[in-house]
């Protein structure tokens, strides 16, 4: 399995893609260069010459072995020491001399992603909108947010699923109106009965599943969505200083599922169109999907997770990396609740059973 990693020209240094420049950065030089320059210098140019080659063709023989595989090495192009990753990995970092590695032959052929949305959201930034994120919360216990747990988050690129197409639906339905009034002591009741059809086109675009099974998915599509204008056509370098994942799920396993969900929506949108009625009964009602469409892509979103102590229950933190969106669910520190109890309920208690005593 190829392992690359993106140098210098200047100095050798390993870069990383900035995301408040959008471009790609030396940490030790502070040099920056642009996607053209990266092209015409890195890896993607396809120039062996270029770039560091370790552990050619491990993977496909760990696979011909029988079993699944659960962990792969390569030779880091940098230091040479081994770094050890599982099957999904596509980018990560050598724990020896902390370059980051791109390990090239985990996005070739059918895994190669038609689209990448870069970081948009750097550490700072992401840690930031962490700590005005838990600041409002009062038991969250004080781990969850300690500055060693904070330098734990992670950015990394996720796979997705993006689903598009167009569903053309047709629906007949009978319409009721209701007229109600009253003359004198009586109270008279007017139903008139319409004949309604609706027909017309719906455009989907971007549907959007999670792509990786050891993903919990509540954290990856919580994220949702992103923004279809930042993406970019992929380069393995937007990857530098970053994690990534490669998908295991392919698109079949999601179609059933978001055929239904695209179809409800359009039969949806056909019943709200035909308002102004008391009640609608529908007689038929069918939804076609034509020009089904199915891409692959790598979107940005920082992570934090936490186990706790307590239960050993895994709490996460999620940003997506692009827009700022957050989802996440806390852990609570029970103590904390206790001790509120028992500054404000229990004094309120003895109080109560106080004046219950003097009455």
């Given at each position: 399995m190829a392992a690359i990693t993106y140098k210098c020209p200047n100095c050798g240094g390993g870069l990383v893609f900035d995301p408040g420049t959008q471009k790609y950065k030396c940490e030790y030089c502070l040099s920056l260069f642009d996607q053209q320059e990266l092209e015409d210098t890195g890896p993607d140019r396809e120039d062996p010459g270029q770039w560091t080659e370790g552990n050619h063709g491990q993977e496909e023989a760990l696979r011909r072995q029988s079993g699944p595989v659960e962990a792969v090495s390569c030779i880091c192009p940098s230091c040479g020491a081994?770094?050890?990753?599982?099957?999904?990995?596509?980018?990560?970092?050598c724990y020896y001399c902390h370059n980051p590695v791109v390990i090239?032959?985990?996005?070739?052929?059918?895994?190669?992603?038609d689209y990448v949305i870069p970081f948009s959201i750097d550490r700072k930034q992401a840690e930031e909108i962490f700590r005005n994120w838990i600041g409002g919360?009062?038991?969250?216990?004080?781990?969850?947010?300690?500055?060693?747990?904070?330098?734990?988050?992670?950015?990394?690129y996720f796979p997705y699923w993006l689903y598009s197409c167009q569903v053309d639906g047709r629906m007949d339905a009978e319409g009721i109106?209701?007229?109600v009034w009253d003359a004198g002591n009586l109270r008279y009741t007017e139903q008139k009965i319409y004949q309604v059809s609706r027909s017309g086109r719906m455009e989907v675009e971007n549907v959007a599943r999670n792509a990786l099974k050891k993903n919990n998915v509540r954290l990856s599509?919580?994220?949702?969505?992103?923004?279809?204008?930042?993406?970019?056509?992929?380069h393995m370098s937007y990857l530098t200083g970053f994690q990534a994942e490669r998908r295991d799920m392919e698109a079949g396993e999601l179609a059933a599922e978001v055929e239904r969900e695209v179809?409800?929506?359009?039969?949806?949108?056909?019943?709200?169109?035909a308002d102004g009625y008391s009640s609608l009964r529908i007689k038929a009602q069918t939804e076609e999907i034509e020009n089904a469409r199915w891409y692959y892509g790598l979107f940005p979103v920082w992570t934090l997770t936490y186990k706790s102590p307590r239960d050993g229950k895994i709490y996460y933190f999620a940003l997506n990396?692009?827009?700022?969106?957050?989802?996440?669910?806390?852990?609570?520190?029970?103590?904390?609740l206790a001790a509120l109890f028992l500054a404000v309920f229990l004094p309120l208690l003895i109080l109560f059973l106080m004046g219950g005593y003097f009455l």
């Open positions: 081994q770094v050890v990753t599982d099957e999904t990995t596509a980018a990560t970092f090239e032959g985990r996005l070739k052929g059918g895994y190669h992603p919360k009062r038991f969250v216990p004080r781990d969850f947010y300690s500055p060693r747990q904070v330098e734990s988050m992670t950015g990394v109106r209701m007229r599509e919580g994220v949702l969505p992103f923004l279809p204008e930042g993406r970019k056509p992929f179809k409800n929506q359009a039969a949806s949108r056909l019943r709200e169109s990396g692009q827009t700022g969106k957050v989802c996440g669910e806390l852990p609570v520190d029970r103590k904390r």
